[in-house]
């Protein structure tokens, strides 16, 4: 499978921007981040049918994550940007079964550079 994240940009604190990954077929797709010196973490993500979603606590109630099967894309809406916020997003597939955190993701994207200034 071939993913793309697209949508990433400089934004002010306090901003939002709308990341986009292009995914062809029954996926499962999740958001993860990994900011400079740092590991990489779970964002968010969406079963196939869009069913079920997950969040971390650090973006649950800020971040909205939705699909578009017709258009095999998945975004990810973040409103309120905050400095540490500032990551390089991963999008990743996963073919079949649950998507909740600590799920392993089988395959993975380029990322796009998400930069929150205060």
């Known amino acids: 499978v071939q993913l793309q994240a697209s949508g990433g940009g400089l934004v002010q604190a306090g901003g939002s921007l709308r990341l986009s990954c292009a995914a062809s077929g029954r996926y499962g797709i999740g958001w993860f981040r990994q900011a400079p010196g740092k590991v990489r973490e779970f964002v968010s993500s969406i079963s196939w049918g869009g069913g079920s979603t997950y969040y971390s606590d650090s973006v649950k109630g800020r971040f909205t994550i939705s699909r578009d099967n017709a258009k095999n894309t998945v975004y990810l809406q973040m409103n309120s940007l905050k400095p540490e916020d500032t990551a390089v997003y991963y999008c990743?597939?996963?073919?079949?079964?649950?998507?909740?955190?600590?799920?392993?993701?089988?395959?993975w994207g380029q990322g796009t550079l998400v930069t929150v200034s205060s």
């Open positions: 990743a597939a996963k073919p079949k079964g649950a998507v909740a955190p600590g799920t392993q993701f089988d395959y």
